[in-house]
T-cell receptor, first 110, second 113 residues
Framework: QKEVEQNSGPLSVPEGAIASLNCTYS??????FFWYRQYSGKSPELIMS????GDKEDGRFTAQLNKASQYVSLLIRDSQPSDSATYLC??????????FGEGTQLTVNP | GAGVSQSPRYKVAKRGQDVALRCDPI?????LFWYQQALGQGPEFLTY????????KSGLPSDRFFAERPEGSVSTLKIQRTQQEDSAVYLC???????????FGEGSRLTVL
């Protein structure tokens, strides 16, 4: 079992819709959870962090964490073509390591 | 500097050559990470430094890979006797403290022929 698993996609949504990205992790003691966005040919950039159960909202982005289910999600409201990218879920695992999932490729169609 | 700087941005090596990839982190950032990213995959952890101490090198795929950060700032990732499977983008990231909130450089794309 991979430490961090994401739906590989690709995920395609129309402009203005809600995009939902999901991630599960295997290490029950993980404490910190992140979503990074990576545009094609570019490096990852942090867009959201979440540390406790529940929802965290930042503009059009909402991160959701459920530690009991070992599940993290990212919702993007009012999706825009500029949101088209690969979204990487990342979890702190053993020691100081930040472990990434394989990423979900999102395309927002105008 | 304003961001994490990596060089070279692109490197083509013949199989068997040694390569060195440089990372200059954001000034004052204590933590420095190296990741390897193959096409279409997520970044894979290689190694982690806190200041000059290499605290975790468990992700280095073989003893051909070596990383150092002698003065707690600039880091070098060295790959000896390169193989075709080493072809990837090598990402360096730094953070003020090890919080998981990483700032990535633009990466060094290595192609081994």
């Amino acid at each position: 079992q991979k430490e961090v698993e994401q739906n590989s996609g690709p995920l395609s949504v129309p402009e203005g819709a809600i995009a939902s990205l999901n991630c599960t992790y295997s290490d029950r003691v993980s404490q910190s959870f992140f979503w990074y966005r990576q545009y094609s040919g570019k490096s990852p950039e942090l867009i959201m962090s979440i540390y406790s159960n529940g929802d965290k909202e930042d503009g059009r982005f909402t991160a959701q964490l459920n530690k009991a289910s070992q599940y993290v999600s990212l919702l993007i409201r009012d999706s825009q073509p500029s949101d088209s990218a690969t979204y990487l879920c990342a979890v702190t695992t053993s020691g100081s390591r930040l472990t990434f999932g394989e990423g979900t490729q999102l395309t927002v169609n105008p | 500097g304003a961001g994490v700087s990596q060089s070279p941005r692109y490197k083509v090596a013949k199989r068997g050559q040694d390569v060195a990839l440089r990372c200059d982190p954001i000034s004052g950032h204590v933590s420095l990470f190296w990741y390897q990213q193959a096409l279409g995959q997520g970044p894979e952890f290689l190694t982690y430094f806190q200041n000059e101490a290499q605290l975790d090198k468990s992700g280095l795929p073989s003893d051909r890979f070596f990383a150092e950060r002698p003065e707690g700032s600039v880091s070098t990732l060295k790959i000896q006797r390169t193989q075709q499977e080493d072809s990837a983008v090598y990402l360096c990231a730094s953070s003020l403290l090890n919080t998981g909130e990483l700032f990535f450089g633009e990466g060094s794309r290595l192609t081994v022929l």
